[in-house]
């Protein structure tokens, strides 16, 4: 069982789905009359796992990607940035799963997922990934939506609660994928009672409780399931937070930048409060950690590409420094 007082030397497990990002770059407003692209390595858990590596944490990845060219560079390029490879598994089942991103005439994001080998993550892969001996382990609902990697998740969460490993989940919601879309709310629901930090959008707050959905509500909502912290986003505006032990929910401004594209950023949000609260062994989050956050996550929009701008430590530093008046 791994010790708050390893954690630093314990690795945060991502675990979920790992992809191709074709990002549409030559000026059309929607897929069908797109031509040009700019392919880029993705997928939640594996952008987590690269944000982690860069500011510093022990970071590893499990996940399924194809045995073919696009796998392997997955795996090359996940192990440049210091991230363990060990389990990633690679599979002749399916081809590595592929993602299409492209912003219409009004400048709002989509996203067009062509599943593959994400989904075969399977119990049997969790057994191998030693879930007791981690510092944390981080999940998406992305590999929640398909089966079996719905199980191996759940097989996941329910060690790490059972071993005292911090579980973050980062709801993610792409109700999309979901080919029962009625499960979405009571699976994630369930996931979010086992772990120690809840981070959604406000996004995902109104896909997974409906329309009227605020950030005050979802909160509480989530709260009252068993969390220890919840936050949510809601991009250039800002981000609430709140914990059990206090009473109250907090807001925290977002940062001004030059945003060219928003893939990653939730990601490097994550990564970057995961960071800090390590850094005072799982203490609830301050404004200070939040605000870190929050800059890491706005650093990830200045560049295209899910990897491309996930901050260091150092950058992150002078992004503060630059930003603290």
Known sequence: MATREAAFIAQVLSMGEILIDFIVDDGTTS??????FVARSGGAPANAAVALARLGIPSAFCGVAGNDPFGARLRGELATENVDTSRLRQTDEAATTLAFAWKDFR???HFWLLRGADTLLSPGDVAGAKIADLAALMVGSVSLAAQPSRSAIGVAVTQAQAASVPVIFD?????????????????????????????????????????????????????KLGPRCVVLTDGARGCWFACASASGISFVPSFEVDAIE?????????????????????????????RYAAAAGALATTRRGAWDGLPNQSQLASFLKAHSS
């Open 31 to 36: 897929l069908e009359a797109a031509a040009g």
């Open 107 to 109: 400048g709002d994001g």
């Open 171 to 223: 709801v993610n919601l792409r109700p999309t994928l979901w080919t029962q879309p009625d499960d979405a709310l009571p699976v994630c629901e369930q996931i979010a009672g086992q772990s120690h930090l809840v981070k959604l959008s406000l996004d995902d707050a109104l896909g997974l409780f409906g329309p009227g959905a605020t950030p005050a509500t979802a909160i509480e909502r989530m709260l």
């Open 262 to 290: 928003p893939t990653g950023a939730g990601d490097a949000f994550s990564a970057a409060l995961i960071s800090r609260m390590m850094a005072s062994m799982w203490a609830d989050p301050s404004r200070d950690d939040i």
